[in-house]
């Protein structure tokens, strides 16, 4: 158990609608990233907030936003669905500023799935 | 950008075997990481090398990282069918930016 918690576990939705996604960090930790996953692309960075800031911004598309609120969650929401935006979703979280301070600690994704 | 690359991309082999994973780049970065996915999990680390050259070990895994710090490999000896999943490496540079994720190198070990 690496302490990050994520739900929902699976989600099943329609081209074009939206969901969210939410993750909660390990105690202490104050950076949350998110991944996205899926088989021909690997594991693909899509932001970092740090303490409730971005920090860092990757491959994430415009449909898609996040935010982390004062109690350190996070939510990931994912808009005007497209089926190529079925893939496993992964937060991870870690005390320090950067993903290379120390371990990254993976939640066990969100597996989405578009029809 | 910094890519990493991985190979093989698949691996399958029996039991008590011996192998080797490597993770390329062009790049130099500050350190790399080696982290296991099993399926329906998210990624583990297993190791963080920093210094070229370094050797690490962790029981029957072997780490090293390239005297240029761009390239690292894992060698695992006597694989036991518990080792299977997917392998990856991750680095960044020395702000801890541009930190990606090499593709993997899926194992199968076979009892």
């Known amino acids: 158990d690496s302490g990050v918690t994520q739900t929902p576990k699976h989600l099943i939705t329609a081209t074009g609608q939206r969901v969210t996604l939410r993750c909660s960090p390990r105690?202490?930790?104050?950076?949350v990233y998110w991944y996205q996953q899926s088989l021909d692309q690997g594991l693909q960075f899509l932001i970092q907030y740090y303490n409730g800031e971005e920090r860092a911004k990757g491959n994430i598309l415009e449909r898609f936003s996040a935010q982390q609120f004062p109690d350190l969650h996070s939510e990931l929401n994912l808009s005007s669905l497209e089926l190529g935006d079925s893939a496993l979703y992964f937060c991870?979280?870690?005390?320090?500023?950067?993903?290379?301070?120390?371990?990254?600690?993976f939640g066990e994704g969100s597996r989405l799935t578009v029809l | 950008t910094q890519l990493l690359e991985q190979s093989p991309q698949f691996l399958s082999i029996q039991e008590g075997e011996n192998l080797t994973v490597y993770c390329n780049s062009s790049?130099?970065?500050?350190?790399l990481q080696w982290y296991r996915q099993e399926p329906g999990e998210g990624p583990v680390l297993l190791v963080t090398?920093?210094?070229?050259?370094e050797v690490k070990k962790l029981k029957r895994l072997t780490f090293q990282f390239g005297d240029a710090r761009k390239d690292s490999s894992l060698h695992i000896t006597a694989a036991q069918p518990g080792d299977t999943g997917l392998y990856l490496c991750a680095g960044g540079d020395n702000y801890g930016q541009n930190f990606v994720f090499g593709p993997g190198t899926r194992l199968s070990v076979l009892p």
């Open positions: 090398v920093v210094t070229g050259g």
């Open positions: 790049s130099v970065f500050s350190s």
């Open positions: 105690s202490g930790d104050l950076s």
């Open positions: 991870a979280s870690n005390m320090g500023l950067a993903a290379n301070t120390g371990e990254l600690f």
